[in-house]
């Protein structure tokens, strides 16, 4: 898997930075309980400031790989990365998952500092502690994607670590005052190791899997897919907070995280242990996934025995 395993490492490495960056709810934290919410909220804005500015900086003009080409209009384009997508065995569960997750992550976390607020009874720095932990999963599960990926496979570690850290979250709505801020801060942290490797495995399987004039296609289409949901959640949290209170909303939204995995483990990667490299199109113009070329199949048989 050196190909996709190297697209793994390139990957992680951007996603460490947005991590370590995503990493200063403690500073905030810090700030809003020294010099107030508002001098807080200013402070975090200066980053995305600082954001801006850093984008504004690249000067790198991307080739046109098609010159002379003429592009389709935007409709038809929409409707070819739609069409990828959902007649795909592999990216339509991952996009499925990715926006189910999204879901469920939203909403809590659409609730999880008045829970740990008013319910918990935190100051505004103990609660940034407490989100760090997130972030600090986030940069541990981009260190150990690819020697994780490399020694269990990209499909049959993916399924494997989603089963392993995805129940974690139901440590976090027994949180209450005192040790047990501990199950706050592993439910999130494992949450977040689970998160970043499947972002990374998954970003990198698109790349090199898509053929790459569609690469964009399929990335827009899979963006929209899993950002649709996260209103929804945020929405969904924050009505179950108001209805039955916010620890009842913490149990029923972590309680989703742990059943997405389904998603990806109902999928071809289940009887594989290494993700496709490229895109075969008799993997989906057949009758069947069972109905595939000897050739093909005696492939996924190999890859399986791994």
């Not at 972002?199 to 790459?212: A, D, E, K, L, M």
């Not at 009505?239 to 109902?266: E, H, K, N, Q, S």
Request: hydrophobic fraction near 50%; include cysteine; charged fraction near 15%.
């Amino acid at each position: 898997m050196s190909g996709l395993g190297n697209s793994v490492t390139v990957v992680a490495l951007p996603l460490i930075a947005v991590e370590v960056l995503d990493a200063d709810s403690t500073a905030v934290g810090l700030l809003a309980q020294a010099f107030g919410a508002v001098v807080g909220l200013l402070a975090d804005a200066v980053t995305f400031l600082i954001s801006v500015v850093c984008l504004q900086r690249m000067r790198v003009v991307e080739p046109d790989h098609t010159p002379g080409a003429e592009r389709a209009p935007l409709r038809r384009q929409i409707v070819e990365g739609l069409r990828f997508v959902g007649r795909d065995p592999y990216l339509r569960p991952m996009a499925t998952w990715g926006a189910a997750i999204n879901m469920a992550l939203m909403g809590y976390q659409a609730v999880q500092v008045v829970f740990l607020v008013r319910t918990v009874g935190l100051n505004p720095a103990t609660v940034g502690l407490l989100l760090t932990s997130g972030s600090a999963g986030g940069i541990a599960g981009a260190l150990l994607a690819n020697g994780f990926s490399r020694r269990f496979g990209t499909a049959r570690g993916l399924l494997l670590l989603q089963a392993a850290t995805a129940p974690f979250a139901l440590l976090m709505p027994l949180t209450t005052a005192g040790p047990e801020l501990l199950l706050f801060a592993t439910g999130g942290c494992f949450v977040g190791i689970g998160i970043s490797v499947a972002n990374i495995v998954v970003g990198s399987f698109r790349q090199t899997y898509c053929p790459p004039h569609l690469l964009g296609r399929v990335v827009a289409t899979t963006m929209m897919i899993n950002h649709s949901t996260i209103p929804v959640g945020s929405l969904l949290g924050g009505v179950l907070g108001d209805v039955v209170g916010y620890r009842p909303a913490m149990w029923i939204m972590t309680g989703l995280v742990a059943p997405c995995r389904l998603i990806l483990a109902m999928s071809p990667m289940r009887r594989e242990r290494d993700l496709p490299r490229t895109y075969e199109p008799e993997r989906i113009c057949g009758t069947s996934l069972t109905k595939t070329s000897p050739s093909l199949s005696a492939k996924w048989a190999g890859s399986s025995g791994e």
